[in-house]
């Protein structure tokens, strides 16, 4: 998450947005920091939810479960997170999941699709 707000960091310099508002990113990034330093990770769902958090990696999230022992693949660490939140952090990782992988889910609609008639 650091890392992303460094990446960040150019843009800003480029927009040269007020302090106001550097002031809220930085308490908003804060915040999430925290929600995810915090987050109880106390079912396989959570600690999916949390690695994802973490990595923004479906792979590495089947990696760092499979290496502890559990039995997941990518389609059903896939399935946790666009489930139905059941939390704050969840429903924040959710809604970065579906934005990011908006086109792969529209272009895989439209091809079903024609292959369905």
């Known amino acids: 998450m650091v890392e992303s707000f460094l990446n960040r960091r150019v843009v800003i310099l480029k927009t040269l947005i007020t302090v106001k508002k550097v002031k809220e ?10 929600l995810v330093e915090s987050y109880k990770a106390d079912t396989v769902e959570k600690q999916i939810i949390k690695n994802y958090a973490c990595s923004n990696s479906l792979a590495k999230v089947v990696k760092v479960m499979t290496d502890e022992g559990y039995s ?10 666009s489930g139905k939140p059941s939390d ?30």
Not at 25 to 34: A, P
Not at 72 to 81: A, E, R
């Open 72 to 81: 997941v693949d990518h389609q059903y660490v896939s399935s946790v997170i």
């Open 25 to 34: 990113e930085v308490e908003r990034l804060q915040r999430y920091i925290t």
């Open 88 to 117: 704050e952090l969840h429903r924040i990782i959710r809604t970065g999941y579906m934005k990011r992988t908006k086109p792969s889910r529209k272009s895989h609609r439209k091809s079903s699709y024609f292959y369905s008639n």
